[in-house]
C-alpha cells in the first residue's frame, strides 16, 4: 500500500507532491506542474469535486476530512485512493489557507513501516483471525501501547474499549468486502484493514 502526501495552498492552486503521491498518479516527479488542477487531472471527472469538498469541510470544521476517490492512470483502470485533508491555520481567527494530507493507495499491496509512520492518523492491520499484524507509531500512541506488545495480540484483548458491538460490525463489514474500514474512537482515525495476510513490516 503506498502513501502520498501533499500541501495545496488554496490561494494560489499550488500543490507540492511528494514522490510516492507522484508514483500513485503514475507521473514523474520532475514533471508534475504542481498545480491542483494537475492533481484534478488525473482524478476520475466524477470524483473531481471531491478534492474541493475536502478542502472546504476541512476548512468549516477544523478537522481531517476523509474521502474516496478515483485515480486514473494512461492506460489503466481507474483505481480507488483514500484521500485525507488537514486544514493548516497560519494564527487564530484566519481561515485555512492551506490543507496538507495523504493519498493512500488501497490497492497496491501492503503498507510499509516506513510508509505507514509517516500518517498522523492511526493505522492498523488484522489477519482473518483479528489478530493484530501491523500498527503504526501513531496507533501504538493513541492506544497507548508500545507497538511490540500489540503485534500478534487478538484485537479485543490488545484494546479492550474496541471490544463494542459497533466496531465488530464494522470488522465484519471490511472482512466481507475485503477492503479496509475506518472508524472514529477518538479525535483522532485509526483505521483497520483485515486481510489474510501479515502486513507487519511491509500501506
Not at 492533481?39 to 477544523?62: C, F, I, K
Request: charged share 25%; aromatic share 6%.
Amino acid at each position: 500500500m503506498r502513501i502520498g502526501t501533499f500541501d495545496w495552498d488554496l490561494g494560489s492552486g499550488a500543490l507540492s507532491a511528494d514522490e510516492e503521491l507522484c508514483a500513485i498518479l503514475g507521473v514523474d516527479p520532475a514533471g508534475f506542474p504542481g498545480t491542483i488542477e494537475a492533481l484534478t487531472a488525473h482524478v476520475a471527472p466524477e470524483d473531481a469535486y471531491q478534492l474541493y469538498a475536502v478542502a472546504r469541510e476541512a476548512g468549516q470544521t477544523g478537522r481531517a476530512v476523509v474521502r474516496r476517490i478515483r485515480i486514473r492512470r494512461d492506460g489503466d483502470p481507474p483505481s480507488l485512493v483514500e484521500l485525507t485533508g488537514r486544514p493548516v491555520r497560519s494564527s487564530p481567527g484566519i481561515g485555512t489557507r492551506r490543507v496538507t494530507g495523504s493519498v493512500i493507495d488501497l490497492g497496491s499491496g501492503v503498507v510499509s513501516g516506513e510508509a505507514g509512520d509517516r500518517l498522523p492518523d492511526g493505522l492498523f492491520s488484522l489477519d482473518l483471525s483479528c489478530r493484530i499484524t501491523y500498527v503504526n507509531r501513531s496507533a501504538a500512541e493513541l492506544i497507548g501501547t508500545p507497538r511490540d506488545l500489540l503485534v500478534g495480540r487478538v484485537l479485543w484483548e490488545a484494546v479492550p474499549w474496541l471490544d463494542r458491538a459497533g466496531y465488530w460490525d464494522q470488522y465484519r463489514a471490511a472482512l466481507l468486502a475485503r477492503t479496509p474500514s475506518s472508524s472514529g474512537p477518538t479525535a483522532r482515525r485509526t483505521t483497520g484493514s483485515p486481510s489474510p495476510s501479515s502486513r507487519a513490516g511491509t500501506g
